[in-house]
């Protein structure tokens, strides 16, 4: 049986990307809760705005916003596209993915969507603490991608970082001892 500590050093050896690749057909950005009232949380808009900033870069030309209704009744995706839009991201830019409610189902389904596209590639954006999980799940699958980590909009205390990576490292274990097993996936 698998232990935290082993979910430790799992999270320290995940992948963060598997190419060299620096452009790619689009780039996923994963969602996070949203606020009551339907806004973006301080989370969510630093993915947001790192997500933005990577397609004025050029990274890719279209974002892929993925999340549902995963923590009250509103859609993280349709917010995120709604504020990417706001910063200046025209819509023929953006793909919404409204249905994942976790981070298995965010890889899977995004990765739906890149197949449609004919596009093989992406650009996963999403907190530091958040992605070493994330890499091990869009390991899985059959794309090019690598991970690009959205530095906070303000300042965080050791103590959140820590209890982040703590809850982090609790998902990682979950993940490496069932859901990986139970949640499968088919793009």
């Not at 995963?70 to 349709?78: D, I, P, R, T």
């Not at 990576?165 to 793009?187: D, F, G, I, N, Q």
Request: aromatic share 6%; with cysteine; hydrophobic share 45%.
């Amino acid at each position: 049986m698998l232990s935290l500590g082993a979910a430790a050093i799992a999270r320290q050896l995940a992948p963060s990307s598997n190419t060299s690749a620096s452009r790619f057909d689009a780039i996923i950005v994963l969602g996070t809760s949203v606020d009551s009232d339907g806004n973006p949380t301080p989370e969510l808009l630093a993915r947001i705005t790192e997500g933005v900033r990577e397609y004025e870069r050029g990274v890719a030309s279209h974002l892929i916003f993925t999340g549902g209704a995963a923590h009250n009744h509103f859609v993280e995706a349709n917010v995120m596209a709604r504020t990417a839009q706001a910063q200046g991201v025209p819509a023929s830019a953006i793909l919404v993915e409204p249905k994942a409610l976790d981070t298995i189902q965010n890889a899977c389904y995004s990765s739906r969507i890149l197949n449609q596209h004919g596009w093989r590639s992406a650009e996963v954006v999403s907190d530091s603490a958040h992605l070493p999980r994330a890499g091990l799940i869009f390991n899985r699958l059959s794309m090019d991608w690598s991970t690009h980590a959205a530095p906070a909009l303000q300042p965080e205390s050791a103590a959140y970082q820590q209890a982040k990576s703590a809850v982090e490292t609790l998902k990682t274990l979950r993940y490496l001892v069932w859901a990986r097993w139970v949640e499968s996936c088919e793009p």
